[in-house]
């Protein structure tokens, strides 16, 4: 399977529009890879907060409408990021959109993990309810965003659920980029799967992007990792080491935690 991430550059200085119209030619050209990859909001920024209810749309709407053509036109199965979702019967969501080579939706996922501490995207969006898994061929993908990365037991349950490849969208900053690296490694070696990360470059609402996205085999090894500017990342997995790698050292089988109610004594 071939994945290309493409890390795209998100500044003040280009307009949504332009934006939508430039990572849509750069999707299009990815024609020889099996799975793209797109950053978490990456039409506003992950950190553009003032700009969430201005910029959100429906669904299906503009986004919506240019990743499906273009995973379409390239043949691909895309993992389209994250926009901002405007529910007509509720608040905004940060939600990621896997399209299929047909340009058909996947899966739909609303990001659980909000980031901001009481403010941000922590007050400004609602938060998701469902794990979210894709199945491709030879592998399923398991879909999370950005502050989810924090949270071992969402990727727990994705394995529960059947993933093999971990797919994470993020608008991740460059002060915290160390951190990037080590939960990207940290996930892999815990559940015996592929992560691929992609990250924006860039700075928008003044706070610089960490870029570096990458991809991590099931041993924690890094396969491949971007810079700091725009960038595509291209790299080729074996789906089959997910399940080499868990027969070969089967960890995932002596859990005893979190598969049964607790017991009080």
């Not at 039409?43 to 553009?48: C, E, L, R, S």
């Not at 996947?106 to 979210?132: N, P, S």
């Not at 592998?139 to 394995?159: I, K, N, Q, S």
Request: glycine residues 8%; negative net charge.
């Amino acid at each position: 399977m071939r994945a290309s991430l493409i890390q795209i550059d998100v500044n003040e200085d280009e307009s949504v529009e332009s934006r939508r119209q430039r990572v849509t030619a750069l999707v299009r050209e990815q024609a020889d890879a099996d799975l793209v990859v797109l950053p978490e909001l990456w039409t506003t920024g992950a950190f553009a907060y003032e700009q969430f209810a201005a910029e959100a749309e429906p669904l299906e709407g503009p986004t919506y409408e240019a990743m499906a053509k273009a995973a379409s036109d390239a043949g691909v199965w895309l993992h389209a990021g994250s926009i901002p979702e405007r529910d007509p019967e509720g608040p905004l969501y940060n939600t990621a959109l896997v399209f299929s080579p047909s340009g058909e939706l996947a899966a739909a996922y609303r990001k659980i993990h909000r980031f901001g501490f009481d403010k941000g995207e922590a007050v400004l969006m609602g938060a998701g309810q469902e794990l979210v898994t894709v199945r491709l061929p030879g592998t399923t993908l398991g879909v999370a965003t950005c502050y989810d990365l924090r949270f071992p037991e969402l990727f727990r349950g994705l394995v529960d659920a059947g993933a093999e490849t971990l797919v994470l969208s993020a608008g991740w900053p460059e002060r915290r980029r160390a951190h990037w690296t080590l939960l990207a490694q940290a996930r892999a070696v815990e559940n015996q799967a592929f992560v691929l990360a992609c990250g924006t470059a860039g700075t928008h609402a003044g706070v610089p992007q960490a870029g570096h996205s990458i991809v991590v085999d099931p041993w924690g090894e890094v396969l491949a990792e971007a810079g700091a500017g725009e960038e595509i990342l291209t790299v080729d997995l074996d789906p089959s080491k997910v399940a080499a790698t868990r027969e070969q050292f089967p960890a995932l089988k002596d859990r005893l935690l979190g598969l049964q109610p607790p017991r009080h004594r």
